[in-house]
């Protein structure tokens, strides 16, 4: 059995891609451009936003610099936030489950800490977590491995006893590439085939993790 299991946090334990979504919707459309869910999922879902605004800004020529689009995002989202977000399926009863087998569990996200810690609080499964690594805590973020040698070294276990659960290309990159099992969860966008083959498995939720770690950990 693995000592610890590492979450990345939007598209994986939360449903937060579709609320990505519509921001850069509402960004775009306040200067005439649309963008369809399809387009989202292949140009912009899994990465940092800093990528996705460059992005953006530079394919749409928007009239702002990097700074103002991302002051402006972070506007957006707190409309949307305070609606709340909600988890994925099967999260609760995986945290509860190794929780139970005493198994460390860790969060390692490009997300801000306030925005990643008022989510999982209003869920109330914040508690599960033994430690956090932050996109600002490394140096590199996704593809690069950083974030999950961190999480590692906060978990104080080795690479080869720690599983992380992704949903990203780059985030499935970043484990990989970190030597750490890594389990491919898909959220808005399949990731490609040589991503998947990083990967231990693909499951198709969250529901399915307890049944890989009674059978094959």
Do not use: W
Request: charged share 25%.
């Amino acid at each position: 059995m693995k000592k610890a299991v590492i979450f990345d946090l939007d598209g994986l334990l939360i449903d937060s891609e579709i609320i990505s979504y519509q921001i850069y919707c509402d960004i775009l459309g306040k200067y005439g451009h649309s963008l369809t869910i399809e387009e989202y999922a292949h140009t912009l879902s899994g990465k940092t936003a800093v990528v996705n605004m460059k992005n953006v800004i530079a394919s749409y020529r928007l009239p702002f610099t990097l700074e103002e689009a991302l002051a402006f995002e972070e506007e957006i989202e707190k409309g949307y936030l305070e609606k709340g977000v909600a988890l994925k399926p099967g999260v609760r009863e995986l945290l509860q489950y190794l929780k139970e087998h005493q198994i460390k569990m860790l969060l390692a996200s490009s997300s801000l800490k306030d925005r990643a810690m008022g989510i999982l609080a209003e869920n109330k499964v914040d508690h599960y977590f033994d430690a956090m690594v932050f996109g600002p805590e490394v140096e590199r973020g996704k593809p690069f491995p950083d974030i999950f040698l961190k999480a590692c070294e906060k978990a104080g276990e080795d690479a080869n006893d720690c599983l992380v659960l992704e949903d990203s290309e780059a985030g499935i990159q970043a484990a990989h590439s970190a030597g750490i099992d890594v389990i491919c969860i898909p959220d808005m966008k399949q990731p490609g085939e040589e991503f998947k083959k990083m990967a231990v498995c693909t499951l198709p939720s969250l529901e399915d993790v307890i049944g890989y770690l009674k059978s094959c950990c």
